[in-house]
T-cell receptor, first 116, second 114 residues
Framework: GENVEQHPSTLSVQEGDSAVIKCTYS??????FPWYKQELGKRPQLIID?????GEKKDQRIAVTLNKTAKHFSLHITETQPEDSAVYFC???????????????FGKGTHLIIQP | DAGVIQSPRHEVTEMGQEVTLRCKPISGHDYLFWYRQTMMRGLELLIY????????DSGMPEDRFSAKMPNASFSTLKIQPSEPRDSAVYFC????????????FGNGTRLTVT
């Protein structure tokens, strides 16, 4: 099954600076990688995802990069704002031939703190 | 669409009691997932269904936990008997037919077992 490692567990950046969160995965068959944002007391919500046929995807201030060879992917947030403060989760999903795949496996989360 | 609907939002019960959590997925979504979230263990996949059939229940902690999906619009997660270590937020999520499409989470049920 898939194992997803996420770093760092806590990240504090000054407002306006960039933030980078990194994840590694174990299953080379994994080919779908979403990122979720969870505010305190709320549900996780998808902010961006990437499939393994592309190396990078961007949506305004958020970008995700994927290195299949090294089996790692990263979330980049530029020009951070106070509302970016939350816990961010990466995840990996094996879309291979095995129907009984493990489903979506999440990293342990990164608590992003934006300092004013 | 109202999104994934979970009930109750909060549940407080005593050790040994039966607890039933409920979920209504987004209409048309063929996959339904139950996750448990704690500070120590993060988001753990308990079980997921495809077209109402359980596909992988390897994450269910023990026999005290059971999940059913009697039809496409309803699922339950039952804990009997409950224990204090079951205290957590339980999320239900659903997704479209294609594996690897985004998961849409419900608002969760915060379970406290005293």
């Amino acid at each position: 099954g898939e194992n997803v490692e996420q770093h760092p567990s806590t990240l504090s950046v000054q407002e306006g600076d960039s933030a980078v969160i990194k994840c590694t995965y174990s299953d080379s068959a994994s080919n779908y990688f979403p990122w979720y944002k969870q505010e305190l007391g709320k549900r996780p919500q998808l902010i961006i995802d990437i499939r393994s046929n592309v190396g990078e995807k961007k949506d305004q201030r958020i970008a995700v990069t994927l290195n299949k060879t090294a089996k790692h992917f990263s979330l980049h947030i530029t020009e951070t704002q106070p509302e970016d403060s939350a816990v961010y989760f990466c995840a990996g999903w094996d879309m291979g031939t095995q129907e009984g795949a493990d489903g979506l496996t999440f990293g342990k989360g990164t608590h992003l703190i934006i300092q004013p | 669409d109202a999104g994934v609907i979970q009930s109750p939002r909060h549940e407080v019960t005593e050790m040994g009691q039966e607890v039933t959590l409920r979920c209504k997925p987004i209409s048309g979504h063929d996959y339904l997932f139950w996750y448990r979230q704690t500070m120590m263990r993060g988001l753990e996949l308990l079980i997921y269904f495809n077209n109402n059939v359980p596909i992988d229940d390897s994450g269910m902690p023990e026999d005290r936990f059971s999940a059913k999906m009697p039809n496409a619009s309803f699922s339950t997660l039952k804990i009997q008997p409950s224990e204090p270590r079951d205290s957590a937020v339980y999320f239900c999520a659903s997704s479209l037919v294609v594996r690897g499409s985004p998961l849409h989470f419900g608002n969760g049920t915060r379970l406290t077992v005293t």
